[in-house]
Antibody, heavy 117, light 106 residues
């Protein structure tokens, strides 16, 4: 069974940093495109970042230059390093695996990040 | 950037009836369109990809149609567990989601 489990969320002050983790089981993270998608409270879904199986990384405009996506193949874990956090980064962050040409077939349960004083 | 617009924002339907949800793309996405269902406190669940292909384990009462810029998700006979928020997503390049349609009990 495929499972994705996020961790690392919490309350952080503006300007701070946080690293999210997503532990995968049932498949290897290096074999699929892996993404982070976030959802602000009461809002819709927003794509944040993707890492391709070959290692290329891409970011949405709202996080470019502040967030870094990576993976550890030996740990089968996806990461999101979030720096210079802002109030508008407050959201539930989901990791998700991309299938085929780009839909998301598996999602974690999410981890809440709250940026506030 | 492609903008996805879903309508209506809220749809009230009685159990057992049919629900029709719409999604419009600001430019053609061919059939690179997926639908997700999200219940409160849960992660999204993939329902449809390729505009009309049901994902594994999705009941036959869910169907998707359309191509280009106009898409429809139809739920033929609503069950209690179907009342949720539904999102469309295009995947021609960077994924873009619609703002969602909340399907509520009438």
């Amino acid at each position: 069974d495929v499972q994705l489990v996020e961790s690392g969320g919490g309350l952080i002050q503006p300007g701070g940093s946080l690293r999210l983790s997503c532990a995968a089981s049932g498949f290897t993270v290096s074999s699929k495109q892996m993404s982070w998608v976030r959802q602000a409270p009461g809002k819709g879904l927003e794509w944040v970042s993707v890492i391709h199986s070959g290692g290329s990384t891409f970011y949405g405009d709202s996080v470019k230059g502040r967030f870094i996506i990576s993976r550890d193949n030996s740990e089968n874990t996806l990461y999101l390093q979030m720096n210079s956090l802002r109030a508008e980064d407050t959201a539930v962050y989901y990791c998700a695996s991309r299938a085929g040409s780009g839909w998301y077939d598996n999602w974690g349960r999410g981890t809440l990040v709250t940026v506030s004083t | 950037e492609i903008v996805m617009t879903q309508s209506p924002a809220t749809l009230s339907v009685s159990p057992g009836e049919r629900a029709t949800l719409s999604c419009r793309a600001s430019q053609s996405v061919s059939t690179k369109l997926a639908w997700y269902q999200q219940t409160p406190g849960q992660a999204p669940r993939l329902l449809i990809y390729g505009a009309s292909t049901r994902a594994t384990g999705i009941p036959a009462r869910f169907s998707g149609s359309g191509s280009g810029t106009e898409f429809t998700l139809t739920i033929s006979s609503l069950q209690s567990e179907d009342f949720a928020v539904y999102y469309c997503q295009e995947y021609t390049n960077w994924p873009t989601f619609g703002q969602g349609t909340k399907l509520e009990i009438k």
